[in-house]
């Protein structure tokens, strides 16, 4: 059993930056892969980043990519989402998610655990 839970949410204006935090009970939080995911009021979450178990793999959504880095210290068992540059399309809840296997988490069908979501506000 995993339970994620996210901090580091809050307003910010466009241009600016945030990072989100993902903590993860469990031992075998550095076996699996971690992922975060976003929901804006009206729409289907929607993949933002992952990374795999031991850090050596990332991948991103095209419109965060670039602006956007997913990192993770298994030691600490905590995942990280930097994010710059912000844009107020990037206002929304934001998930950490998890799974049991190896590779990536990109699809939200596939995620086993999430966590309770952090808002995130940009303002223009």
């Known amino acids: 059993q995993v339970q994620l839970a996210e901090s580091g949410g809050g307003l910010v204006q466009a241009g600016g930056s945030l990072r989100l935090s993902c903590a993860a009970s469990?031992?075998?939080?550095?076996?699996?892969?971690m992922g975060w995911f976003r929901q804006s009021p009206g729409k289907e979450r929607e993949f933002v980043a992952t990374?795999?178990?031991?850090?050596?793999?990332?991948y991103y959504a095209d419109s965060v990519k670039g602006r956007f880095t997913i990192s993770r210290d298994n030691a600490k068992n905590t995942v990280y989402l930097q994010m710059n540059s912000l844009k107020p399309e990037d206002t929304a809840v934001y998930y950490c998610?998890?799974?049991?296997?190896?590779?990536?988490?990109?699809?939200?069908?596939?995620?086993?655990?999430w966590g309770q979501g952090t808002q995130v506000t940009v303002s223009s």
């Open positions: 998610a998890s799974r049991q296997g190896g590779g990536l988490l990109t699809m939200a069908t596939n995620v086993r655990y």
């Open positions: 990374i795999s178990w031991n850090g050596g793999s990332t």
């Open positions: 469990g031992r075998t939080f550095s076996s699996y892969p």
